[in-house]
Nanobody, 123 residues
Framework: QVQLVESGGGLVQAGGSLRLSCAASGRTFSAYAVGWFRQAPGKEREFVAAIRRTGRNTAYANSVRGRFTISRDNAKNTVYLQMNSLKPEDTAVYYC????????????????WGQGTQVTVSS
């Protein structure tokens, strides 16, 4: 079992930056691939970024590539999502999720989820 807690969301103007954190507790965190997903009102949850267990490989949605960076510190049991050049369309609840295998871009392939953190980007 892995428990995930997101933090770092908030209100920011367009063009600004935020860094989200996903803190994990429970079993060995380094055994899990981690993904970030987001869900805007009235829309389905969508993939944002993912990172392999070792942190050596990452994947990004086309909409955030070049603006967002995912990283992890296994010693601190934490995964980060650095978000730069934020746009109003980035407004959503952001969730981190973990799976005891390789990364996936698919929502239902993740076993553990945090409660989410709200990110609001004003124009």
């Amino acid at each position: 079992q892995v428990q995930l807690v997101e933090s770092g969301g908030g209100l920011v103007q367009a063009g600004g930056s935020l860094r989200l954190s996903c803190a994990a507790s429970g079993r060995t965190f380094s055994a899990y691939a981690v993904g970030w997903f987001r869900q805007a009102p009235g829309k389905e949850r969508e993939f944002v970024a993912a990172i392999r267990r070792t942190g050596r490989n990452t994947a990004y949605a086309n909409s955030v590539r070049g603006r967002f960076t995912i990283s992890r510190d296994n010693a601190k049991n934490t995964v980060y999502l650095q978000m730069n050049s934020l746009k109003p369309e980035d407004t959503a609840v952001y969730y981190c999720a973990a799976r005891p295998s390789d990364v996936s871009l698919v929502v239902h392939e993740y076993d553990y989820w945090g409660q989410g953190t709200q990110v609001t980007v004003s124009s």
